[in-house]
């Protein structure tokens, strides 16, 4: 349970940065873009971060069989969600101009590093 309230802290300071950074890029760069269309995103990839590692922390409490089940779990599951995402974004949103396709990745890019280094981070220390 540290572990991921540690890990919850450094995504919540990483939320953070990506709001500060899209408002510096808003305001002082020119380029303009609605607020929404980085909010959405981010706080959709935080929810998934978020849920993702949720499942891959319970399986870490788990015996060797299931903890490796629920590692490839969150990896799936963060993989279909993410595809999720990116439909209704593009396709039921239409959110199809070049600065919410260019956003949505840039979004894309860190909170996926960040679970990835987070899980393996943590494997490091624990033996499947």
Do not use: C
């Amino acid at each position: 349970m540290k572990d991921f309230r540690k890990w919850f802290l450094w995504l919540l300071l990483l939320d953070a940065v990506v709001f500060i950074a899209g408002y510096a890029v808003r305001y002082l760069s020119g380029i303009s873009f609605p607020f929404g269309e980085l909010a959405v995103p981010a706080l959709s990839f935080t929810f998934i971060s978020v849920v993702v590692m949720v499942v891959f922390f319970m399986g870490l409490k788990k015996d060797q069989a299931a903890r490796t089940m629920h590692i490839l779990v969150a990896i799936s599951l963060k993989l279909l969600l993410e595809l999720v995402l990116a439909l209704v974004w593009f396709f039921i949103a239409k959110k199809t101009s070049h600065t919410a396709l260019f956003l949505f990745f840039v979004l894309y890019l860190p909170f996926t590093v960040f679970t990835t280094f987070s899980m393996f981070n943590t494997l490091k220390t624990k033996s499947l």
